[in-house]
């Protein structure tokens, strides 16, 4: 299904879920691994100051800690990767998402993997995002229609065998995208799917058990008629949670069936169903026993000029010529 995995880390010297997460799938899908790290600033006007991931002072971005960082983290990968993989190590400075993006489209990845918005950020004194661009999965999401896989601290994949997947439905384009996804997943591991949608339950007595059986009747057709012809010849189980926050109840429909994914599909333009948009995606994420899979409708993606200057302190387009650290695992 993939030719190439981004995996973005935003550390050095430790040993990331969202790498060796990333490397299960590509060694699954003998796809190359390519692992990107941008050195966040502490400032918002001048992202060429960048934090020394060792001894935490202010250092300018140069060629020569590129080179240091990428070393550091080629040689810390490579005895611990699947063996046989291909991956490379890039590292950059910019806005996380922005960078991202950039060596995506680059690659042509077929999946970019990162972690959810925490606090080690903070922790760094560093700056994850300036101004109105929101955080690094929602700069990404907004703007990357290949599925996005979000990885939280707690979970370490071991395989990309996807036996059980779970899938958010709003009804929106995009979950139809995310639908889709599923069944080429299923397709290819022969795995089940559980289509997913809460039903909101306001207290009783204004809502009786009534109006609830109504409810849970009229959803199950239009979940049916919605759900059909995306997943079908595979095999699927629906389920309608009532609840009153989507991403709980997601999560523990996930952890009651044990699954190996949650997909869910994001950013439509219609109004009313952004579910899973931004920082509920992150909420989910964060939660979750298992990766999230984070699929964009093509047409709701939010556009963006790469080469447009995004460091103002600078004034101009950054220097993109970079230095590429490369390697094979072998045993």
Same mark, same amino acid.
């Given at each position: 299904?993939?030719?190439?995995?981004?995996?973005?880390?935003? #550390?050095? =010297?430790?040993?990331?879920? !969202?790498?060796?997460?990333?490397?299960?799938?590509?060694?699954?899908?003998?796809?190359?691994l390519n692992?990107?790290?941008v050195a966040?600033?502490?400032?918002e006007?001048?992202r060429?100051?960048?934090?020394?991931f060792?001894?935490?002072?202010?250092?300018n971005?140069?060629s020569?800690?590129?080179?240091?960082?990428?070393?550091e983290l080629? +040689?810390?990968?490579?005895?611990?990767?699947?063996?046989?993989?291909?991956?490379?190590?890039q !590292?950059?400075? =910019?806005?996380?998402?922005?960078?991202?993006?950039?060596?995506? %489209?680059?690659?042509?990845?077929? /999946?970019? !993997?990162?972690?959810?918005?925490?606090?080690?950020?903070?922790? %760094?004194?560093?700056v %994850? /995002?300036?101004?109105?661009?929101?955080?690094?999965?929602e700069?990404?999401? /907004?703007r990357?229609?290949?599925?996005?896989?979000?990885?939280?601290?707690?979970v370490h994949?071991?395989s990309?065998a996807f036996?059980?997947?779970v899938v958010g439905? +709003?009804f929106?384009?995009?979950c139809?995208?995310? #639908?889709?996804f599923?069944?080429?997943?299923a397709?290819?591991f022969?795995?089940?799917?559980?289509?997913?949608h /809460?039903?909101?339950?306001?207290?009783?007595?204004?809502y009786?058990k009534e109006?609830?059986e109504?409810? #849970?009747?009229?959803?199950?057709k239009?979940?049916e008629?919605?759900c059909r012809d995306?997943?079908?010849?595979?095999?699927?189980?629906?389920?309608?949670?009532?609840?009153?926050?989507?991403?709980?109840?997601?999560?523990k429909?996930?952890?009651?069936?044990n699954? +190996?994914?949650?997909? #869910? =599909?994001s950013?439509?333009?219609?109004?009313g169903?952004?579910?899973?948009?931004?920082?509920?995606?992150?909420?989910?994420?964060f939660r979750?026993?298992?990766?999230?899979?984070?699929?964009?409708?093509p047409?709701?993606l939010?556009?963006?000029?790469?080469?447009a200057?995004?460091?103002?302190?600078i004034g101009?387009e950054?220097?993109r010529?970079?230095? !590429?650290?490369? =390697?094979?695992?072998h045993?």
């Open positions: 299904m993939f030719k190439h995995i981004l995996a973005a880390t935003d #550390l050095v =010297g430790v040993k990331d879920p !969202v790498v060796t997460g990333a490397a299960a799938i590509a060694e699954t899908h003998q796809a190359k692992i990107l790290h966040e600033s502490s400032h006007n001048n060429h100051l960048v934090k020394d060792k001894t935490g002072e202010e250092i971005f140069s020569a800690y590129q080179e240091i960082v990428q070393k080629f +040689d810390f990968y490579k005895p611990i990767l699947p063996v046989g993989i291909d991956f490379d190590v !590292v950059v400075c =910019g806005f996380p998402w922005e960078e991202i993006v950039r060596q995506s %489209r680059h690659l042509n990845a077929g /999946m970019i !993997v990162l972690g959810p918005h925490s606090e080690r950020a903070a922790q %760094r004194g560093t %994850r /995002m300036a101004g109105k661009i929101g955080s690094t999965v700069g990404v999401v /907004m990357e229609n290949c599925p996005v896989m979000i990885i939280n601290p707690s994949l071991s990309a036996k059980k997947i439905v +709003d929106s384009v995009s139809e995208c995310a #639908l889709f599923a069944r080429k997943t397709e290819k022969g795995s089940k799917i559980f289509p997913f /809460m039903i909101p339950v306001p207290p009783y007595p204004k009786t109006d609830s109504a409810d #849970l009747k009229n959803t199950k239009r979940l008629a919605f995306l997943i079908k010849e595979t095999d699927y189980t629906y389920q309608i949670w009532g609840g009153a926050l989507p991403h709980l109840e997601l999560v429909c996930a952890e009651k069936n699954a +190996d994914i949650i997909i #869910l =599909g950013h439509t333009k219609k109004q169903t952004k579910w899973y948009a931004g920082s509920a995606v992150e909420r989910t994420a979750a026993g298992c990766p999230v899979i984070v699929v964009t409708d047409q709701a939010v556009s963006w000029d790469e080469n200057p995004n460091d103002p302190a101009k950054k220097d010529s970079i230095h !590429v650290f490369t =390697g094979k695992r045993g």
